[in-house]
Structure formats: C-alpha cells, structure tokens
C-alpha cells in the first residue's frame, strides 16, 4: 500500500503528528494558523475516512481555555491538545482540571469538543530513583485525568540513554520502566503513546522497546 500524499496550502505553516498503530490519522494545527484546511489524498478504497484536527496549546501559550475554546469551535477544530495551559506545562495542577474539571468538560460537550491525547512529561529513562518516582506520581494524575474526561490516550516520552549506559542498558530501563506505566494507564482505562524522541526517534530503536508489549497496551506517536 502507498503512502498518502498530503496537500497543504502554499502559505500554510504547519506540523503535525500521527497517530500509529492506534488510532490512525491525527493532526495538530496552531490557531495562530486558523483557517486551518488540509486535504489528505488516501489511497482509493471502498470506505471513506474521516480526519480530525486538534489544536496544541503549544502554539497559544498566552490564550485562556475559553479563548482557546473559542477559537476551535469558530475554526471546526475537533479537539485540543493540551501541553500546558498559559504558564503551567502540567495541567493537573490547574483548577481547571482538578476542582472545576466538571466545568471545564461542560465547556468542551457544549462545543463539540474532546481532548483525545493527554501530553505527559513521564519520561521512561530516569535513573535516579526520586525522579522515577515523580515521574509515577505525574502519571497517576494524568491517568485519574483521562479516566475522568474520557481521554483514551497520554503521550509519554522514552527519553535520552545517558552517559554511563549502553544501549542495551538503556533499553532495559525504558522497557522496566513501560511496564509500570502500562499497569497505571489499565487501571485507568488509557494508552500510553510513545513518542518518537531522542535515542527512539527511529523506527528500528522503537520496535527494540516495544516489541514485547501488545499493540493494545502501547502505541506509537510520531512526531513528524
């Protein structure tokens, strides 16, 4: 099977991510882009495929969420991807999504919209023992996050093998360590996807790490 061919604006800027082996096709766009139209040429099949947009709160860092809110719906933006919200990079530690996270979901059904990928920092190599451990916590608040906002999936990252391992050693740990994340995510009835980043950004790397899990118990994001 060929590879789609995309088509894009001339005077679009963009990046994206795809979502592997899980979920698909998936984009991210900037509102600072709106309108943000892309057709995507599939290969001709019988059935027809829908694409959804989300927004990465990356791209707004100084937009509150109903400005934020606002402008996705204006736009028919599916979703919003949030990493961070104004000045805080973990959302979990913001009101919106601990206190007033009923709110906050209201806000998104009245308009139509979902949080389909929850961005974590949860990074698979931390050698040092307190920071693995802050790295669980992290998780913990993210899954109990998208139990409660139906997200299905949170974006991991394998992280760089540092001075002092081999490669193998590295593996190992990231392996270890994606077994608990697994065991977290389950219980909250998400994914883990791992991101292609650091000494994992390639293909072969990334099916040393994962080959002995199930595709239902982790997939891939590719950052393109």
Not at 26 to 32: E, I, N
Not at 36 to 41: D, G, I, K, L, S
Not at 123 to 151: F, K, N, V
Not at 183 to 197: F, G, N, Q, V
């Amino acid at each position: 099977m060929t590879k789609p061919e995309l088509a894009w604006p001339h005077s679009l800027g963009f990046w994206f991510e795809t979502f592997i082996r899980i979920s698909g096709f998936g984009f991210r766009v900037s509102p600072a882009w709106f309108p943000a139209q892309a057709v995507a040429f599939l290969p001709a099949t019988d059935s027809v495929c829908t694409m959804k947009l989300t927004v990465s709160t990356l791209s707004c860092p100084n937009w509150d969420l109903r400005q934020i809110v606002a402008a996705v719906r204006n736009d028919s933006i599916a979703g919003i991807d949030f990493r961070g919200l104004g000045p805080e990079i973990d959302i979990t530690q913001l009101s919106e999504f601990n206190a007033h996270l009923d709110e906050t979901l209201k806000l998104f059904k009245s308009n139509a919209l979902s949080m389909p990928c929850l961005n974590t920092s949860v990074t698979l190599i931390s050698p040092s023992p307190q920071r693995w451990e802050a790295m669980l916590d992290e998780a913990q608040r993210y899954g109990r996050l998208a139990d409660r906002a139906a997200t299905p999936y949170l974006r991991i990252f394998g992280g760089a093998i540092p001075k002092g391992l081999t490669h193998a050693e590295g593996r190992c740990m990231a392996q270890r360590h994606l077994r608990q994340i697994v065991k977290i995510c389950h219980a909250h009835h998400c994914i883990p996807l791992l991101e292609t980043h650091d000494n994992w950004a390639v293909s072969a790397s990334l099916l040393e790490l994962i080959h002995e899990f199930d595709p239902a118990e982790v997939g891939v994001l590719w950052d393109l």
